[in-house]
């Protein structure tokens, strides 16, 4: 939890941390990922047969799966996104050659159904991820979903669990987490419904899966968290869900300070969200021993549909801008942690992606770099910060965030502690041409600290394939005097907790007054 007072812009800035001030648990599904079938993210993607690049069996992009294993994904989410809409599963299994190939009405494409359930679930073995499948409820069936769940889960002697086995798999998948539907409130879907149907037919399915499956967590399918869909349908379904899913893009046409602070509209939607399902919970008398639903935010990233068309692929080359953005996003994702159970990048390759292939290997673009920092050193628990700093007060996207007071200050800031003590602090500095020397309470004892920054020669530069402008350089400081955060950069700022107890530094913190 970070808290914020604006000061004048001529006064030194100030972030306090308070390492004693445990405020939630970091879920480590917050840093999952999300393969659709659109563009090369599947084919040419995560999997290639008969590349140099490939697993020779399975025609996994080894290159891939290494550069994945690296941000110890945890979560995967398949097959969709909008082509869920008119999947059928049960085209993607059994002998290759015997796979229909279809119209994707979705992205206007031609599935092959040579990647499939079983392909997807063995790559996440690999990978040493959990899977997390969504059901198509616009053209799919009910049936077609309970099918699904005894093909994936079922160990007894059943007809899907055997035709498993017929395929060459004896032990269940035992898939956890199942999306009821994808965006089914969108007027781009095929089977689009109203928030009274849509929660009609969730009830109904709930029921009937949680029957075949008492294991297995149903995630339901929201909106962008502000809206009447989420009221409607979190207070007809709350009974049979683990987690609300919503989705928020950002994006700003290259401006560079609407569109690092845009990410501020999901942080405002998660704490709506989080009312809602508290409301829901108190409206329908769910008892205090059911498991607190939490959020799902199963799409979010930096997305400019005019740069990247999903229609053209929807590959992206972004920039240092952007990249401070994503990290805006996983600081609200540290900060929100009490609210947030799973949270995955759209998408995990090649499609508005962090991670691009080529026929030679792999680059990575300007947005891996924060999200690396963040999966590797940005666990544990979420703790306390105060921050003072001067604050962005120009125009913003969406136009909503001044008119409902969310802050914009100058320095983004969440910091963690994990479970071997060491303390995580992310500040980015949105500000595109001043550097701030900033005091920083709650080291009184440290002696060194670890620092990785991302920054580069300015917020318009790029990654390519063989350029690397941005990437991460680190460094050590000392914990002496005032620290710089220099103009359009993220910095992570890491140590081992001294004083784990109650209390820290509490007598250096009272410098906090002097402000």
Not at 14 to 36: H, L, P, Q, W
Not at 87 to 110: C, F, N, Q, S, V
Not at 352 to 364: A, C, D, E, F, V
Not at 438 to 445: N, S, V, Y
């Amino acid at each position: 939890m970070t808290t914020f007072t604006k000061i004048p812009e001529d006064q030194t800035p100030c972030i306090s941390i308070d390492v004693s001030r445990r405020v939630a648990k970091i879920n480590r599904n917050i840093y999952g990922g999300f393969t659709e079938h659109i563009g090369r993210c599947i084919y040419g993607g995560l999997y290639e047969p008969g590349s140099a690049l490939s697993d020779k069996k399975t025609g996994f992009r080894k290159d891939v799966l290494a550069a994945l294993k690296e941000l110890k994904v945890p979560v995967v989410r398949y097959p969709g996104g909008n082509f869920v809409a008119t999947y059928h599963w049960m085209d993607g299994i059994g002998p290759r050659e015997k796979r229909p190939t279809r119209p994707e009405l979705a992205w206007r494409d031609t599935e092959t159904n040579q990647f499939g359930t079983d392909e997807f679930l063995q790559w996440c073995e690999v990978l040493g991820t959990e899977p997390y499948l969504c059901f198509n409820m616009g053209t799919g069936t009910l049936d077609e979903a309970l099918a699904w769940v005894e093909y994936c889960n079922g160990s007894g002697e059943t007809h899907y669990a055997n035709l498993r086995r017929k395929h060459g798999r004896e032990k269940p998948y035992n898939v956890k987490y199942w999306g009821l539907g994808n965006e089914v409130w969108g007027g781009w879907q095929i089977e689009q419904m109203s928030k009274e149907v849509y929660a009609t037919k969730t009830v109904q399915w709930a029921k009937a899966l949680k029957k075949l499956d008492g294991s297995i967590e149903l995630i339901l399918c929201g909106n962008s968290g502000h809206t009447d869909w989420d009221h409607h349908v979190l207070m007809e379904c709350i009974p049979w869900i683990s987690m609300h899913s919503i989705h928020i893009y950002t994006s700003a046409n290259h401006r560079h300070l609407p569109n690092v602070t845009a990410p501020r509209s999901a942080e405002r939607a998660i704490q709506i969200t989080s009312g809602l399902i508290d409301l829901a919970r108190i409206e329908r008398g769910i008892p205090p021993w059911v498991p607190r639903q939490t959020i799902c935010f199963d799409e979010w990233n930096v997305w400019d549909s005019g740069r990247a068309n999903p229609e053209r692929g929807a590959e992206e080359q972004y920039t240092l801008s952007d990249a401070l953005a994503v990290g805006a996003w996983l600081n609200i994702f540290i900060r929100q942690a009490k609210d947030v159970g799973m949270a995955c990048i759209a998408q995990s390759v090649n499609v508005i992606s962090p991670l691009m292939t080529t026929k030679k290997g792999i680059w990575k673009q300007t947005t891996w770099w924060p999200l690396l920092l963040f999966c590797k050193y940005m666990r544990g628990e979420t703790v306390g910060v105060h921050v003072w700093s001067g604050c962005y007060e120009g125009e913003t996207e969406p136009w909503w965030i001044r008119s409902i007071s969310c802050e914009t200050p100058w320095l983004d800031v969440s910091a963690c502690v994990d479970e071997d003590g060491w303390a995580g602090m992310v500040v980015i500095n949105i500000h595109p041409e001043k550097s701030f020397k900033t005091d920083i309470k709650g080291l009184k004892k440290v002696r060194e600290v670890k620092v990785f920054t991302v920054t580069g020669s300015d917020v318009e530069v790029r990654n390519g394939d063989g350029v690397e402008n941005v990437k991460v350089k680190e460094s050590c400081w000392d914990a002496e005097g005032k620290f710089t955060f220099g103009k359009h950069s993220l910095t992570l700022l890491r140590w081992k907790v001294v004083d784990f107890g109650i209390g820290g530094d509490r007598e250096e913190d009272q410098e906090w007054e002097r402000i």
